[in-house]
């Protein structure tokens, strides 16, 4: 039920965090406290915020010892009415008294001011900060003010911990109210928020965004065209700290802290209209649209990762805290805020100070470098000096009929790229010719400089090192188990010549060690279905005396009809298993096709070599 959904957050809220509790008086009444506070027993400030739903975590997320003592929830967008708000203060206020901290809009400032009134008829000391932080509209703004947006969370956060040092109601209120004066904030919009119940708005078409929105789908202060994030973010510190409009306080050589604030829990996917942007520039519809399984923390943080270098060099600031994650979200509306405080040694303290306030931030306390720089890479042990490695200056012959085939078998892959992904987007996640295109480029490269030639166990196990940095993936780990095996098979053999029967032995040692450790063996729709094949015929036609290249192409033959043959297979390993007979039966296993096409490319390059000479 619609009506319900406030109700049953906050149930979900209190089974979740033991700390937290809510007043009897459901479901008309919705207050969040704190489980161990009693208006009795209770001596220090309470502080208690609220407002409409509809922005979880905000506020009911940051009740907690340190923060907010209770937190007043309307109906969804709607500000509380005045006996829920009674009934907070009245169950969490003390003789200290307490502050209450309200975004400003004008349901909020009415209902909490007429509680504030009724609760101070009724004897207890109260106070009251309006937080009015928005920077996107030019003042004057009449009489209702600027809107209260995330920078409220941080009021919060400071009043609650200058609450729980001691301080007095009237102390408490002066620092909350000080904070809330060199907090600004600016929101960006994608998608229009959905009221439970109703039918989204189409304001906001595809390709455009909002800028200088409210959190209760009210259309911002204006509707652009969608920019690269850098370009927005940019656009929108400007603004906040625009001289013109002067709302912050802040100037260069300043000490700021930063939140950047999700506003939306939910996105909606626009996939065809984000390919009509370039995907390569990350660019602003790439991050907010979920594409490549962008979420919406990596969002954030792609935001956070172009505001602070802003800050410092555009406008000079220190930046000494980033906050990022959802504080104060709109429902489903996709965008985020971006809130630039004043920061002084006081308000670094409360903002640092701890707090059991559950959806406050971990980790963000203390101070930060200027810059951070990259810890180095450790060094492996078994990494080899430097003159073991490297191309040799003179190829043997076994050495230039190493490196071509090296090279046939990567470009056969480079070339395959397209059709693996194609058939892997039917069968997997369509990354295996990404995937196995990566490790051949790298092959390609490193075997200019790095690849001893001449050694041809040492070169497998370099292959291995270019694919293990390189590819990722499931077919990366069982490639460089591939090699390792294969090294450790051919270290044992001469240096000098590896015999075409130790490279058969070879190959099975790498069979061997791939289906010991991923678990598949020949029937199960993967690589080995190509290699187990060629395998075998290659050690039969040796074992028949045959000339070994011939016998190198008719193992290549079995790898191809191998590798076609999983088409009719059942998949018992990897992604594939999940995927139904009826799609299975349209395509090969893509690693299938792609073993048996390095397999074949490098199979023709020896043969070429031997009939060349
Ligand atoms: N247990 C296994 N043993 C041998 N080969 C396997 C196994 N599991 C999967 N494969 C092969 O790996 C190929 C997929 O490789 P790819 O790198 O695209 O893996 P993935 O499942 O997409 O994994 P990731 O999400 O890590 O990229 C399959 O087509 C199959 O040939």
Same mark, same amino acid.
């Given at each position: 039920?619609?009506?319900?959904?406030?109700?049953?957050?906050?149930?979900?809220?209190?089974?979740?965090?033991?700390?937290?509790?809510?007043?009897?008086?459901?479901?008309?009444?919705?207050?969040?406290?704190?489980?161990?506070?009693?208006?009795?027993?209770?001596?220090?400030?309470?502080?208690?915020?609220?407002?409409?739903?509809?922005?979880?975590?905000?506020?009911?997320?940051?009740?907690?010892?340190?923060?907010?003592?209770?937190?007043?929830?309307?109906?969804?967008?709607?500000?509380?009415?005045?006996?829920?708000?009674?009934?907070?203060?009245?169950?969490?206020?003390?003789?200290?008294?307490?502050?209450?901290?309200?975004?400003?809009?004008?349901?909020?400032?009415?209902?909490?001011?007429?509680?504030?009134?009724?609760?101070?008829?009724?004897?207890?000391?109260?106070?009251?900060?309006?937080?009015?932080?928005?920077?996107?509209?030019?003042?004057?703004?009449?009489?209702?003010? $600027?809107?209260?947006? +995330?920078?409220?969370?941080?009021?919060?956060? #400071? @009043?609650?911990?200058? &609450?729980?040092?001691? =301080?007095? *109601?009237?102390?408490?209120?002066?620092?909350?109210?000080?904070?809330?004066?060199?907090?600004?904030?600016?929101?960006?919009?994608?998608?229009?928020?959905?009221?439970?119940?109703?039918?989204?708005?189409?304001?906001?078409?595809?390709?455009?965004?909002?800028?200088?929105?409210?959190?209760?789908?009210?259309?911002?202060?204006?509707?652009?065209?969608?920019?690269?994030?850098?370009?927005?973010?940019?656009?929108?510190?400007?603004?906040?700290?625009?001289?013109?409009?002067?709302?912050?306080?802040?100037?260069?050589?300043?000490?700021?802290?930063?939140?950047?604030?999700?506003?939306?829990?939910?996105?909606?996917?626009?996939?065809?209209?984000?390919?009509?942007?370039?995907?390569?520039?990350?660019?602003?519809?790439?991050?907010?649209? $979920?594409?490549?399984? +962008?979420?919406?923390?990596?969002?954030?943080? #792609? @935001?956070?990762?172009? &505001?602070?270098?802003? =800050?410092? *060099?555009?406008?000079?600031?220190?930046?000494?805290?980033?906050?990022?994650?959802?504080?104060?979200?709109?429902?489903?509306?996709?965008?985020?805020?971006?809130?630039?405080?004043?920061?002084?040694?006081?308000?670094?303290?409360?903002?640092?100070?701890?707090?059991?306030?559950?959806?406050?931030?971990?980790?963000?306390?203390?101070?930060?470098?200027?810059?951070?720089?990259?810890?180095?890479?450790?060094?492996?042990?078994?990494?080899?000096?430097?003159?073991?490695?490297?191309?040799?200056?003179?190829?043997?012959?076994?050495?230039?009929?190493?490196?071509?085939?090296?090279?046939?078998?990567?470009?056969?892959?480079?070339?395959?790229?397209?059709?693996?992904?194609?058939?892997?987007?039917?069968?997997?996640?369509?990354?295996?010719?990404?995937?196995?295109?990566?490790?051949?480029?790298?092959?390609?490269?490193?075997?200019?400089?790095?690849?001893?030639?001449?050694?041809?166990?040492?070169?497998?196990?370099?292959?291995?090192?270019?694919?293990?940095?390189?590819?990722?993936?499931?077919?990366?780990?069982?490639?460089?188990?591939?090699?390792?095996?294969?090294?450790?098979?051919?270290?044992?053999?001469?240096?000098?010549?590896?015999?075409?029967?130790?490279?058969?032995?070879?190959?099975?040692?790498?069979?061997?060690?791939?289906?010991?450790?991923?678990?598949?063996?020949?029937?199960?729709?993967?690589?080995?279905?190509?290699?187990?094949?060629?395998?075998?015929?290659?050690?039969?036609?040796?074992?028949?005396?045959?000339?070994?290249?011939?016998?190198?192409?008719?193992?290549?033959?079995?790898?191809?009809?191998?590798?076609?043959?999983?088409?009719?297979?059942?998949?018992?390993?990897?992604?594939?298993?999940?995927?139904?007979?009826?799609?299975?039966?349209?395509?090969?296993?893509?690693?299938?096709?792609?073993?048996?096409?390095?397999?074949?490319?490098?199979?023709?390059?020896?043969?070429?070599?031997?009939?060349?000479?």
């Amino acid at each position: 039920m619609v009506a319900d959904v406030v109700t049953e957050f906050i149930e979900g809220l209190v089974e979740t965090y033991p700390g937290l509790q809510f007043l009897d008086g459901f479901p008309q009444v919705k207050v969040v406290l704190r489980a161990d506070v009693s208006s009795a027993t209770y001596n220090k400030v309470a502080v208690i915020s609220g407002g409409g739903s509809g922005h979880e975590p905000a506020h009911a997320g940051f009740v907690g010892e340190g923060m907010l003592t209770a937190a007043i929830c309307g109906d969804v967008f709607a500000s509380p009415p005045v006996d829920s708000i009674l009934a907070g203060i009245r169950a969490v206020t003390g003789p200290m008294g307490c502050l209450l901290i309200v975004t400003n809009y004008t349901g909020d400032r009415l209902n909490f001011g007429l509680a504030a009134e009724q609760a101070k008829s009724e004897g207890y000391k109260v106070e009251i900060v309006i937080v009015g932080d928005d920077c996107a509209l030019p003042p004057p703004r009449g009489i209702a003010g $600027r809107r209260g947006l +995330a920078g409220t969370i941080l009021v919060n956060k #400071i @009043a609650g911990a200058a &609450a729980a040092a001691g =301080l007095s *109601l009237a102390d408490v209120a002066a620092e909350a109210k000080r904070a809330s004066e060199m907090v600004g904030t600016m929101g960006v919009a994608l998608s229009v928020c959905t009221l439970p119940g109703q039918v989204t708005s189409d304001r906001l078409g595809p390709g455009k965004m909002e800028l200088g929105l409210g959190i209760h789908g009210e259309p911002g202060a204006a509707v652009a065209d969608l920019q690269p994030v850098d370009v927005v973010v940019s656009h929108v510190l400007k603004q906040i700290l625009s001289t013109e409009t002067n709302y912050v306080p802040i100037t260069r050589g300043n000490r700021v802290v930063l939140m950047i604030n999700g506003i939306d829990r939910k996105v909606p996917i626009y996939v065809q209209e984000a390919y009509a942007y370039s995907v390569m520039e990350l660019n602003f519809l790439f991050f907010m649209m $979920r594409l490549l399984g +962008a979420t919406p923390v990596m969002e954030l943080m #792609i @935001a956070a990762g172009k &505001a602070v270098p802003n =800050l410092q *060099l555009e406008h000079g600031l220190a930046v000494e805290r980033v906050y990022t994650g959802s504080f104060m979200t709109s429902l489903d509306m996709a965008g985020f805020s971006i809130s630039i405080m004043k920061a002084d040694e006081v308000i670094l303290k409360h903002l640092d100070a701890t707090t059991k306030a559950p959806h406050w931030p971990v980790g963000v306390d203390g101070n930060r470098p200027p810059a951070k720089i990259p810890v180095p890479m450790p060094p492996s042990h078994s990494m080899k000096s430097d003159e073991s490695l490297g191309r040799p200056l003179q190829l043997s012959q076994q050495g230039h009929v190493l490196e071509v085939t090296i090279e046939a078998a990567a470009e056969a892959v480079v070339n395959l790229r397209d059709r693996l992904n194609e058939w892997d987007s039917k069968v997997g996640d369509g990354d295996c010719g990404s995937t196995m295109y990566r490790g051949a480029t790298a092959i390609l490269e490193d075997k200019k400089k790095y690849y001893p030639l001449n050694d041809a166990a040492e070169t497998v196990n370099e292959i291995g090192a270019s694919i293990r940095r390189v590819m990722g993936g499931t077919s990366g780990i069982l490639y460089h188990i591939f090699c390792k095996a294969a090294y450790a098979k051919l270290k044992a053999s001469s240096k000098s010549g590896i015999t075409s029967k130790q490279w058969a032995e070879a190959l099975e040692a790498s069979i061997a060690a791939v289906s010991k450790y991923g678990g598949a063996t020949a029937g199960y729709r993967t690589m080995l279905d190509a290699l187990i094949p060629a395998a075998a015929v290659l050690q039969e036609r040796l074992s028949a005396g045959i000339d070994p290249s011939t016998a190198f192409i008719l193992s290549s033959e079995a790898a191809i009809a191998g590798a076609e043959s999983t088409k009719h297979m059942q998949a018992q390993a990897g992604r594939s298993t999940y995927i139904s007979p009826e799609i299975l039966a349209s395509v090969p296993d893509p690693g299938a096709m792609a073993a048996a096409a390095w397999y074949r490319a490098a199979a023709l390059a020896v043969k070429d070599m031997y009939q060349a000479s």
